[in-house]
């Protein structure tokens, strides 16, 4: 699966694997949504207390919590599983 952002954070490309594991055709998804607007709620909330409390410091629930730790130069590896199929994330 691919996609990539740009500096807003707007997908800008949703490859054939995205659409199929999303569920979402790309028309509806490049240049007018975030992959935060795409993912669980839930799942950016946790993560972003996660981040919160590992960096000691305030991380609103969005587009920036998927992105922090690659923002600043690290790699952020986690299991993703929208369908309940296990997928490595990394950003």
Do not use: C, H
């Not at 996660?50 to 922090?68: D, N």
Request: glycine fraction near 4%; aromatic fraction near 8%.
């Amino acid at each position: 699966m691919s996609m990539t952002t740009d500096m807003n954070g707007l997908i800008q490309i949703f490859d054939v694997d995205a659409q199929d594991m999303l569920g979402y055709p790309s028309a509806d998804i490049l240049n007018r949504v975030t992959p935060a607007d795409i993912s669980d709620p839930q799942d950016v909330i946790s993560r972003a207390r996660e981040l919160s409390e590992e960096f000691s410091t305030s991380i609103a629930p969005g587009f920036e919590t998927l992105v922090f730790k690659a923002s600043r130069g690290q790699p952020w590896i986690s299991n993703w599983s929208p369908d309940s199929t296990i997928k490595t994330f990394t950003a």
